[in-house]
């Protein structure tokens, strides 16, 4: 269950969000999304619209070109596949859900399964050898006060008949 809200919490946070009207959005909404998905290669890595320098020589130019793309009718998705060409995947905030990105997307489940396979086998073990141990701790310990028992008594008549004489 944790995996499918997961995934859908990435499947909706890679679509762009309609305006308020229900109609296409506009180039500036395109605009600021793309911004939240897109790396700041000055080497602060933040986002591109969050980039803390004020005079940075990779984002001012990144935004106006992105602008201008979109302006020009570009779609979102032109945009960013010339910014992939031109910079590589390292552009982008997120690895593209394709390939051997998706191992990085399903490693964290696998691991969290295989971790906890194992810790329940290790505790299973642990609680079974337990058991066994205290089964064999109790019968071991019951024969052996069988046979002082025996001993004790043994012993005991030897010395009441010795009384007697």
């Known amino acids: ?22 109609s296409k959005p506009s180039v500036e909404e395109v605009f600021n999304n793309m911004q939240n998905e897109l790396m700041c290669l000055c080497g602060c890595n933040s986002m591109l619209k969050k980039c803390p320098h004020i005079n940075c020589g990779f984002a001012i130019p990144e935004r106006k070109e992105i602008l201008s793309q979109l302006k020009s009718g570009k779609s979102k998705d032109e945009v960013i596949t010339y910014l992939v060409e031109k910079h590589g995947e390292q552009i982008l905030s997120a690895p593209t859900k394709k390939g051997f990105n998706l191992v990085g997307y ?3 489940f696998i691991a969290i399964v295989l971790v906890g396979s194992l810790v329940g086998k290790t505790v299973s073990r ?5 058991t066994e141990a205290s089964l064999n701790t109790s019968a071991a310990s019951t024969s052996r006060k069988d046979n002082v028992d025996k001993d004790l008594a043994e ?5 009441l008949a010795d009384f007697d004489d």
Do not use: D, I, N
Request: net charge positive; aromatic share 6%.
């Open 126 to 130: 642990w609680v079974r050898r337990g």
């Open 155 to 159: 012993r005991l008549k030897k010395e």
């Open 106 to 108: 399903a490693t964290p």
């Open 1 to 22: 269950m944790a995996v499918v809200v997961t995934l859908a919490c990435f499947a909706q946070s890679s679509v762009a969000a309609p305006s308020a009207t229900g």
